[in-house]
Structure formats: structure tokens, C-alpha cells
């Protein structure tokens, strides 16, 4: 997640959150967001799988890899697949600068986010999980992507999030809360909302129905988003139905809003 919100030359994923399920689902009522702790509490391990794998569209699933979270480590290898798709969901997430305990993003990369943009994933984890945390996590992976460890994608390809539920930062007020917002991702370093004439306004929803440019933070991480539409959506919650009743029986702040179900 970046830092702040750009309206003209990138918006952030947090943003992006709240923007698409507000458009998708005309009747959101955003969470309160709760008090927040630090110490991550490790999901059921069959939960998370499914909540992982949620993020990919159905047909890519059988054959996606899982990793999971083990706060005392990081991310382990729970499945191996055959596909290059790559799931988990994202716990850390270093450009908030912020120890919550509370985030709960499902994303699946292809085979060229896996080989690159997973990497940044698993090692907030993996730092977090050793003590580091906060601005120093922050600082660390930023200079991690400055001295090129980390290098974005060489070729153009996608990150699925079509998952049923996120807990994240969004709109109006950058709260957390936990929203409906499937949308893809395509990789799109160093590219801007100008350079695809797009002018994305976190206030306008309409602005946000045609494919836009995410920036998270850095220019490494711009992404071309292409949103589901409300059909779409609906449908997703539907199918999904099980999958959200179990999320907001096993922690209330995973229970959609009013209006988001």
C-alpha cells in the first residue's frame, strides 16, 4: 500500500479498495474500524487456503501454489501447484507503515509477479515476523527496491483479485474496514495515468469504470486496474457465500457490512 492517495498520476491499492467496492456495490456501509493490535493471529489453515485461492478466478485454482502464514516465520509453502499462480493473502503490508493486526488481502500473482512482486510479500512477512515492524520495516524494504533487490516484472502480466472479502484501508476516511472489490491487476511499472489518459477521482465512482493506473507507492509497483462490474460482483458473492459466512464467524471484523452481501 502507498503512503497516500494520488488522484492524477496514481491512486493506492488501499484507496483503490474502497473506490471499487463503492462503486460495485451502491449500498456500502463501511465498518467502524477497530482498535488495532500487533501480533498477527495465524488463520485456520484451511480457511486461509480458501480465502487465498479465492483471489484467482475459479478455473485457475486446482493447479495455483498456496503459501501460508506462520507469524513466528512467515509464509510457508502449504500446496504446491503446477500453474505458476501463486496465492496467499497478504497480512503486512510495509508502505502503511503500520503493525495491524487486522489486514487481510487475498491476492494470486502469475508466473511473473511470483518470480518477482511475491518476493516483496513474503519478506515484509518474514521481516515482521522477526521484530522488525513499522517505519523500519517501511525503510527497509524501500531500500531493498532502491539497491535492486526487488526489480518489477519483465514482462506485462496479472495479478487476480477477484476474492469475495478484504480488510484494508479505503475511502472516505482511509479507515480500515472490509469490502467486496474484485478487480485484476496488470502490471504496469513506471506507467502513469497520463501516459493512458486516464484521470481516476477517488470522489467520482463513474472515473473509476475504465481501466486506471495504481501507483503503490513507487513506480515499480503501477498497475493497470481493471475492475469487476456490479454484475460481476454480485455473483462472486454469491458463489463465494460459504466462504464469507465462514470469514465473519471466525473474526468479526471479516464480516462484510450491510449492503456488502
Known amino acids: ?56 478466478p475459479p478455473a485457475l485454482r486446482p ?3 498456496v503459501f501460508l502464514l506462520d507469524p513466528a516465520t512467515g509464509f510457508r509453502l502449504a500446496r504446491q501447484g503446477s500453474s505458476g499462480v501463486t ?14 493486526d487486522d489486514i487481510y488481502i487475498p491476492l494470486c500473482y502469475d508466473a511473473a509477479g511470483t518470480r518477482t512482486l511475491l518476493k516483496v510479500i513474503m519478506d515484509a512477512a518474514a521481516l515482521r515476523a522477526d521484530g522488525l515492524g513499522g517505519p523500519a520495516l517501511k525503510a527497509e524494504i524501500a531500500g531493498r ?20 472479502v478484504f480488510r484494508t484501508v479505503g475511502p472516505p ?27 481516476p477521482d477517488l470522489a467520482d465512482h463513474a472515473s473509476l469504470g475504465v481501466p486506471f493506473i495504481d501507483r503503490q507507492g513507487i513506480d515499480e509497483q503501477s498497475y493497470v486496474i ?24 471466525y473474526r468479526d471484523v471479516l464480516c462484510l457490512p450491510p449492503g456488502g452481501h
Open 1 to 56: 500500500m502507498p503512503e497516500s492517495i494520488r488522484r492524477s498520476n496514481g491512486t493506492s491499492r488501499a484507496a483503490l479498495a474502497g473506490a471499487l467496492v463503492s462503486l460495485a456495490l451502491a449500498s456500502f456501509a463501511a465498518a467502524p474500524a477497530l482498535a488495532a493490535g500487533t501480533a498477527i493471529e495465524a488463520m485456520p489453515a484451511d480457511l486461509e487456503t480458501r480465502l487465498a485461492l479465492s483471489a484467482a
Open 63 to 65: 493447479d495455483a501454489t
Open 87 to 100: 496465492c496467499l493473502v497478504q497480512r503486512t503490508v510495509w508502505e502503511l507503515s503500520d503493525d495491524r
Open 145 to 164: 527496491w532502491a539497491d535492486g533487490t526487488y526489480r518489477a516484472p519483465e514482462k506485462t502480466g496479472v495479478s487476480y483479485m477477484v476474492a469475495p
Open 173 to 199: 476516511d482511509m479507515a480500515v474496514r472490509t469490502m467486496a472489490m474484485p478487480h485484476v491487476m496488470i502490471y504496469a511499472p513506471g506507467v502513469s495515468n497520463a501516459d493512458i489518459g486516464a484521470k
Open 226 to 249: 481493471q475492475m469487476l462490474g456490479s454484475a460481476e460482483t454480485a455473483a462472486i458473492l454469491a458463489d463465494e457465500k460459504q466462504l464469507v459466512d465462514d470469514l465473519c464467524a
